[in-house]
């Protein structure tokens, strides 16, 4: 059964700093991991999705890595803003269903 | 092309009544998953549904809940008999598929509150 786990579950960090978000997956039989943006009380926002083929993505200021051999991805975030606070998931997709982790709380604060 | 789109965007249901969620796939995709979010907590896998068939309902709980997704029109999940507990955001997403890749597009969700 597969497991998603983020670490650390909330983060308080000063604007301006680059700053990590670790996920980790025990069945490494993935399609794709995907890294989810989740204000408060609304949806998902999908910021990367990287294949099981791939080894990192980037957006912008955001880069995703995928080391599938350990079960692990990181998101890292460049240059920090008070508007990148939010709830961070990360999640993979197995064969029928993707499975989340609980989330990474991030505050940036200005 | 639309998103996936949920409706209602927030409902309210006493104890004891019936809920209806719906959920339209983006054109094209005919793959749907629900999942639930409770307060504090992180999203869990409800159901998988295709046209007309169930292919996973691991996740459903084995009472009051049901879903479908007919030929024609949105999915459909249906919780009976709600208890304050149901109270969650449900969101929907549909899956696109081309070889090894696959991406699921989640609708805005639906947000239940059981007084």
């Known amino acids: 059964k597969q497991e998603v786990t983020q670490i650390p579950a909330a983060l308080s960090v000063p604007e301006g700093e680059n700053l990590v978000l670790n996920c980790s997956f025990t069945d490494s039989a993935i399609y794709n991991l995907q890294w989810f943006r989740q204000d408060p009380g609304k949806g998902l926002t999908s910021l990367l999705l990287?294949?099981?083929?791939?080894r990192e993505q980037t957006s912008g200021r955001l880069n995703a890595s995928l080391d599938k051999s350990s079960g692990r991805s990181t998101l890292y975030i460049a240059a920090s803003q008070p508007g990148d606070s939010a709830t961070y998931l990360c999640?993979?997709?197995?064969?029928?269903?993707?499975?989340f982790g609980q989330g990474t709380r991030l505050t940036i604060n200005p | 092309n639309a998103g996936v789109m949920q409706n209602p965007r927030h409902l309210v249901r006493r104890r004891g009544q019936e809920a209806r969620l719906r959920c339209s796939p983006m054109?094209?995709?005919?793959?749907v998953y629900w999942y639930r979010q409770l307060p504090e907590e992180g999203l869990k896998f409800m159901v998988y549904?295709?046209?007309?068939?169930?292919?996973?309902e691991s996740g459903m709980p084995k009472e009051r809940f049901s879903a479908e997704f007919p030929k024609e029109g949105p999915s459909i999940l249906r919780i009976q008999q709600v208890v304050r507990g149901d109270s969650a955001a449900y969101f929907c997403a549909s899956l696109f598929g081309l070889g090894d890749t696959y991406e699921q597009y989640f609708g805005p969700g639906t947000r239940l509150t059981v007084t």
């Open positions: 054109k094209g995709h005919s793959h």
């Open positions: 990287i294949q099981s083929s791939q």
């Open positions: 999640a993979v997709q197995g064969a029928q269903k993707l499975v």
């Open positions: 549904l295709q046209k007309e068939n169930i292919i996973d």
